[in-house]
């Protein structure tokens, strides 16, 4: 099913830095009509109001706490395109010191926060024939051995998003699983990548994405790599029953 994003009212978690930032830009370039940004310091997103004015409408949300994701539904029902960009990382090995709370930290945000936004949005993405974008990540199919608890709470909201898919879809709405590789952002710039790809190129292959209505979305050149290697288990497996 394909999805354009222009003259849709959409909503960013995330939205005030990084790729959230660009997801914002890049939908309102291509002509949506309004764009919630959902983030935790609603002072963080003044650069985009004074840029876009009326288009944006800022709103407090954070994603590891579900009363709050609930009363961001139900300002929002008319949400069409929900993309959860929203996450932590940063650099942990497999074992070692604080290992057990890193990973309780980001499985609350990365995995929970999905489906905290899921269970949330559910009626007005099923009422409205939407769309969700998940913000996932190379390391969801592989676990990098420096983000290795970061990697294992993506390969599980990589996991989860797979289940939206079989959920949605019997309800006419689109689910969009992207992962993204080494991104010109400061997770990245934390993990010690020293080459990495623009925050566009996944903005914009999200746009793209939506309207060929695709399920995967490896947008820059290391994730491309693993998405070919990947390719052979994704269409047989994950989408073999599509």
């Not at 914002?24 to 940004?37: D, R, T």
């Not at 395109?81 to 890193?102: F, R, Y």
């Amino acid at each position: 099913m394909s999805i354009s994003v222009e003259n849709k009212i959409a909503l960013v978690t995330g939205a005030n830095r990084g790729i959230g930032k660009s997801i914002v830009e890049s939908f309102l370039n291509h002509g949506a009509k309004k764009v919630y940004l959902a983030v935790r310091d609603t002072d963080s997103t003044k650069e985009l109001e004074e840029k876009y004015g009326d288009k944006v409408v800022t709103l407090k949300a954070d994603v590891s706490n579900t009363k709050s994701i609930q009363d961001l539904a139900k300002q929002t029902t008319d949400v069409e395109i929900l993309v959860n960009n929203a996450g932590v990382g940063s650099p942990q090995e497999t074992l070692g010191e604080g290992v057990e709370d890193d990973m309780q930290f980001q499985f609350n945000v990365n995995t929970l926060g999905l489906l905290r936004i899921a269970n949330s949005f559910a009626n007005t993405l099923e009422n409205n024939k939407g769309a969700l974008v998940q913000l996932n990540s190379v390391a969801s199919v592989k676990n990098f051995p420096n983000l290795s608890t970061y990697s294992a709470s993506k390969a599980a909201s990589y996991s989860l998003t797979q289940g939206l898919r079989a959920y949605f879809d019997k309800k006419g709405v689109r689910v969009l699983s992207v992962h993204p590789g080494p991104i010109d952002t400061k997770m990245a710039e934390k993990a010690g990548f020293e080459e990495t790809s623009t925050k566009e190129t996944v903005s914009e292959g999200i746009v793209s994405a939506l309207k060929a209505g695709d399920f995967h979305l490896f947008p820059d050149e290391m994730a491309k790599q693993i998405e070919e290697a990947y390719k052979g288990f994704s269409e047989n497996v994950v989408l073999g029953d599509s």
